[in-house]
């Protein structure tokens, strides 16, 4: 299997200010458990990048290792180099037990004038831990922290939940994807965050809102695999869109850089475990899969949810991305959930006006001599072209206004037949003019 990836291209860079306002904070989910060889000027560069695409922090998801919480340590330190970039600790309780003397380990992060505070107490998550709500009271009692406790327990029905379990003063979850077994291109139901978002706001408590950009994962290690990809290739925009809707009181973006299961937006650096099986050739070949265009795409939906208003637009914006195989090119096990793939390459265009110079933007996508065009009429639009039978060459193309091709890429599609099942390219492209 070959894991889904995104290549991207930035043809023109210009510098966008985003101004970010009071209390609503986008955070990205970062594995800890990757960041054995990391030091602090590793995890210097990591935010400085974060911070260029608008997040104020990051949850660092911490397991069992011993050397786990020096990483963290090395983090903070990173974070207080960098002004106000804010850390909180997410326990994930897969690696974890619940166990005060292991989570005790990380206790010392909540000191830090960098880590992340909630009406001056300080912000601890989870990664599952359900079921445990006895224990979960014990150890706000025993830390002598005041934490404000806001766990992911996304296996609990998600009406009323906080009135619930009221050990928890916030709820995050993440159930950011489609359900299994949805069908292609079938819409993110988001019924579960206005839940959640209903029972934070009755209970007087905060919702933390989960935004992923896909899920695939074919890797394994000892007496343990994973092999599956959600339904994912239209996620993204329409995933932001909904949070703009929806305000809730925080995001985390999920992930930084799990790249186990292809949901990294950061570039792919020492941090890639290479120890995992599966891991390498889903990650660098037949090439490096860069996610990090789907980074400076979140930029804009960023700001306008942290200001509740569309931000301006100074450059337009079209970032593409798609798998190079047909999701039946599969040699060996196929992933579970495979039908709900969509075998389409995705176009997402944000632009400053859908009358440009009183004429229109038309996009023009050639896929081995299969053609397709079409119109942006939307400031933030998403198509979705599908596959054609005979795979090859990609061509996106903008005819601008005045019915002149402004630019073109073209792409080499490159088939495989070796059982490796997508590789996602992403390639974003900003006009000015």
Known sequence: MKVLTIRWFLSTIL??????????????????????????????????????????????????????????????????????????????????????????????????????????????????????????????????????FCPSWPNYPTKNLLQLHPVADCIFTWNAWPAPNSSPGFPFDNSGDKNLLAS?????????????????????????????????ELLLPQRWMQIVEMQPDFVEFVTWNDYSESSYICKIGSDLPTDMGGITSMINTPQPMKHDAWLDLSKHYIQWY????????????????????????????????????????????????????????????????????????????????????????VTISLEGPDNTIWWAEVIAFRAHNDGLLTVLKEKSRRQSR
């Not at 011993?66 to 970039?85: H, T, V």
């Not at 009755?202 to 890797?219: D, E, H, I, L, R």
């Not at 009358?355 to 038309?362: C, D, F, I, T």
Request: aromatic residues 16%.
């Open 15 to 148: 510098t966008q200010s985003y101004v970010h306002s009071s209390n609503k904070k986008v955070f990205a989910h970062y594995m800890v458990g990757f960041s054995f060889q990391s030091d602090q000027n590793y995890f210097d560069s990591q935010i400085k990048r974060a911070i260029s695409g608008g997040f104020d922090g990051f949850a660092l998801n911490v397991g069992k290792d011993q050397w786990q919480p020096d990483r963290a340590a090395k983090a903070l330190a990173a974070a207080k180099n960098n002004g106000n970039f804010l850390i909180f600790v997410s326990f994930d309780m897969s690696s974890l037990t619940f166990d005060n003397n292991l989570l005790s380990r990380f206790h010392f992060a909540a000191l830090h004038p960098n880590y992340f505070r909630v009406d001056n107490r300080p912000f601890f998550s989870t990664f599952a831990g359900e079921n445990q709500d006895q224990f979960w009271t014990s150890w706000k009692s025993r830390s002598g922290l005041n934490p404000y």
């Open 306 to 393: 942290k200001q509740n208003i569309r931000p301006a637009v100074n450059i337009e914006q079209f970032y593409w991305w798609y798998r190079i195989h047909l999701k039946n090119n599969v040699v060996g096990s196929p992933p579970q959930y495979r039908n709900d793939a969509n075998d389409c390459v995705v176009i997402h265009s944000i632009v400053k006006s859908v009358r440009p110079l009183n004429g229109q933007y038309k996009m023009i996508i050639d896929l081995n001599g299969t053609k397709t065009s079409y119109l942006i009429t939307k400031l933030e639009q998403t198509e979705c072209v599908p596959f054609p039978k005979n795979p090859g060459y």
């Open 200 to 232: 934070a706001k009755s209970t007087g408590k905060t919702y933390m809102a989960p935004v992923a950009p896909w899920f695939y994962t074919n890797v394994w290690g000892p007496e343990w695999s994973k092999n599956w990809i959600f339904s994912s």
